[in-house]
C-alpha cells in the first residue's frame, strides 16, 4: 500500500540557511501533520492542515511556515536555522480530521552544521 | 494537567516471554488513544487506536486495551522482530495533535 513519502531523506544546512521539507500524503488523504522529533525524544506537534486551511498550530517556531497545496501535498519551509533546529521531521496524514489515525511518513533528517 | 506516561521506559525479554507495556493518561476529554511501533531512523508504524473504555484490539501477538485511566499493550510471545520502540500517544478534545507519552524500547533476545 502506498505510504507517505517524504522529501528529502537528508539535509545538511548551515547556520541561517532555509530548508523546505516536501511531504505526499498517501492518496485520498485530506489532512496533513508536521511533527518533530529530537533524539531520544517522543514527536513534537508543529502544524496540521485540512483540506488545505491550517487546523492546528503547536510549538512551531515564528521562522517556519508551511502550506498545503490543492493537490494535497505539503511543504514545511524553515528560515534563519539554528543549530537547535537538528531533528527528525515527520509528516503524516489522515483520511479526516476526527480521531483518525494518522500514518507517518520516514522522515526528513535535517541536520544544521 | 494533562499529562502521557509510558512504563517501563525499557524492557529487555527472552523470546516467548510475554510481558505488558503500560501508558497512562490524565487527559480532559480524552477522543482517542493510539499505539504506534518506531524502529531507529524511521517514522512511526500505526498499530491501534482506542476510542472508549473496555475497548480490545489485536494484531498478531499484540493486543491493547483501554481502562479510564491507562491503556495497556499485551506483547504475546514476542520474537526479535518485535524489538522497537512501542509509543502510546492521544488525541485530546480540541485539536487533532498526537501527544506522547515517552515510549518504550523493548528488546527481545533470541
Known amino acids: 500500500a502506498a505510504g507517505v513519502i517524504q522529501s528529502p531523506r537528508h539535509l545538511i544546512k548551515e547556520k541561517r540557511e532555509t530548508a523546505t521539507l516536501k511531504c505526499y500524503p498517501i492518496?485520498?488523504?485530506?489532512?496533513v501533520y508536521w511533527y518533530q522529533q529530537g533524539p531520544g525524544q517522543d514527536p513534537q506537534f508543529l502544524i496540521s492542515?485540512?483540506?488545505?486551511?491550517?487546523?492546528d498550530k503547536g510549538s512551531i517556531p515564528d521562522r517556519f511556515s508551511a502550506q498545503q497545496f490543492s493537490d494535497y501535498h505539503s511543504e514545511l519551509n524553515m528560515s534563519s536555522l539554528e543549530l537547535g533546529d537538528s531533528a527528525l521531521y515527520f509528516c503524516?496524514?489522515?483520511?479526516?480530521?476526527?480521531?483518525?489515525?494518522?500514518?507517518f511518513g520516514d522522515g526528513t533528517r535535517l541536520s544544521i552544521l | 494537567e494533562d499529562q502521557v506516561t509510558q512504563s517501563p521506559e525499557a524492557l529487555r525479554l527472552q523470546e516467548g516471554e510475554s510481558s505488558s507495556l503500560n501508558c497512562s493518561y490524565t487527559?480532559?476529554?480524552?477522543?482517542?488513544l493510539f499505539w504506534y511501533r518506531q524502529d531507529p531512523g524511521k517514522g512511526p508504524e500505526f498499530l491501534f487506536t482506542?476510542?472508549?473504555a473496555g475497548e480490545e484490539k489485536e494484531k498478531e501477538r499484540l493486543k491493547a486495551t483501554l481502562t479510564k485511566k491507562e491503556s495497556f499493550l499485551h506483547i504475546t510471545a514476542p520474537k526479535p522482530e518485535d524489538s522497537a520502540t512501542y509509543l502510546c500517544?492521544?488525541?485530546?478534545?480540541?485539536?487533532?495533535?498526537?501527544?506522547f507519552g515517552g515510549g518504550t524500547r523493548v528488546l527481545v533476545k533470541p
Open positions: 492542515f485540512y483540506e488545505k486551511m491550517q487546523s
Open positions: 500517544a492521544v488525541i485530546k478534545a480540541a485539536g487533532n495533535k498526537l501527544t
Open positions: 482506542l476510542y472508549s
Open positions: 503524516a496524514s489522515s483520511l479526516g480530521q476526527n480521531n483518525q489515525p494518522q500514518h
Open positions: 487527559v480532559s476529554g480524552l477522543r482517542g
Open positions: 492518496p485520498r488523504h485530506d489532512t
